[in-house]
């Protein structure tokens, strides 16, 4: 069995992972609802963890999941903000930057 130090690790890495590919169209709760059911499979109201060394499943306590649920939504949130701000970046104008192409008009 795992430490619970070592436990967080690995699901902390699968929030990671998750949100390297996620679907920036759906919301934040849908987002959380396809993790939780992709990383912390659900089975009558308790969450396991398989394990991908051992492949076996791990019972998960409630603190655990909601550590996992706070740190997924904090995580998203900061990779939202990121993504606005680059967007923002982009959009600006670049002022001054013009190219003269009346030397190359007349060539043969």
Known sequence: MLDSKKFWLKISGSITYYLKYYDMELSN???????????????????????????????????????????????????????????VKEATPIKNNVMNFSKYKNKK
């Not at 396991?48 to 492949?55: A, C, E, G, M, V």
């Not at 998203?76 to 990121?82: G, I, P, V």
């Open 29 to 87: 709760e849908e987002l959380l609802k396809d993790y939780l059911e992709y990383t912390l499979n659900e089975e009558d109201g308790k969450y396991q963890y398989l394990d991908k060394q051992t492949f076996e499943y791990i019972d998960l306590d409630y603190e655990m999941v909601d550590k996992a649920k706070k740190a997924f939504m904090e995580r998203l949130e900061k990779r939202r903000l990121k993504e606005s701000k680059e967007e």
